[in-house]
């Protein structure tokens, strides 16, 4: 089973507009990170939000919040006023912390977002 | 500018060739990582260092060979490869091997796009 969803493969907003990327997530551990990257075509990952398992808060950063809803296992992203540099492809990534595997981030498909002026 | 710089951005090879990619951070970061990333997937994780030693090797064949000569460097020696080796090839570093706290985030380079012909 896959441990991080990506349900939307392409998503298109216009500019200005708010717009949610969907990430669902299956672990077992109580203790985990979720991750969000932006991949634009030049290839680097940028890093964009953080969310722990145990954050009360859901995490913001700028124009991006994350909706996070630990009894669904879900952690979207949320980009607000969105302008034309955000047209890239979007990860959701997570990292579980327990046996030994807290170097390893699990990624979703992704999903290429497109902003139209 | 990414704090995680690789080189070389291209490099075309051919099966019999030998070929290096390097990457290199100065944040202070003891775990560092490669990972693989084909056209339209996600990145697969293929090797992590943890403070110059190689913890995590994800059953990559040997054609490709890691090396983390000091904390600041990390690199991918490649030998007689595979088209189906060609990829982005993406390095990442992270504050604190094994850490499960959110500072712990992985940096990421802007890749080395591998064509193996």
């Known amino acids: 089973a896959q441990k991080i969803t990506q349900t939307q493969p392409g998503m298109f907003v216009q500019e200005k507009e708010a717009v949610t990327l969907d990430c669902t997530y299956d672990?077992?551990?109580?203790?985990?990170?979720l991750f969000w990257y932006k991949q634009p075509s030049s290839g680097e990952m940028i890093f964009l939000i953080y969310?722990?398992?145990?954050?009360?808060q859901n995490a913001t950063e700028g124009r991006y919040s994350l909706n996070f809803q630990k009894a669904r296992k879900s952690a979207n992203l949320v980009i607000s006023a969105s302008q034309l540099g955000d047209s890239a492809m979007y990860f959701c990534?997570?990292?579980?912390?327990?046996?030994?595997?807290?170097?390893?981030?699990?990624f979703g498909k992704g999903t290429l977002l497109t902003v139209n002026p | 500018d990414t704090e995680v710089t690789q080189t070389p951005k291209h490099l075309v090879m051919g099966m019999t060739n030998k070929k290096s990619l390097k990457c290199e951070q100065h944040?202070?970061?003891?775990?560092m990582y490669w990972y693989k990333q084909k056209a339209k997937k996600p990145p697969e994780l293929m090797f992590v260092?943890?403070?110059?030693?190689?913890?995590i090797n994800e059953s990559v064949p040997s054609r490709f060979s890691p090396e983390c000569p000091n904390s600041s460097l990390l690199n991918l020696h490649l030998h007689a490869l595979q088209p189906e080796d060609s990829a982005l090839y993406l390095c990442?570093?992270?504050?604190?091997?094994?850490?499960?706290?959110?500072?712990?985030?992985?940096?990421f380079g802007a890749g080395s796009r591998l064509t193996v012909l």
């Open positions: 990442a570093s992270s504050q604190r091997p094994g850490s499960s706290s959110g500072a712990n985030v992985l940096t």
């Open positions: 672990t077992s551990d109580q203790s985990y990170g």
């Open positions: 969310q722990g398992s145990y954050d009360e």
């Open positions: 990534a997570m990292r579980e912390n327990s046996g030994g595997s807290n170097y390893k981030l699990t």
């Open positions: 944040m202070g970061h003891r775990a």
């Open positions: 260092y943890s403070y110059e030693k190689l913890s």
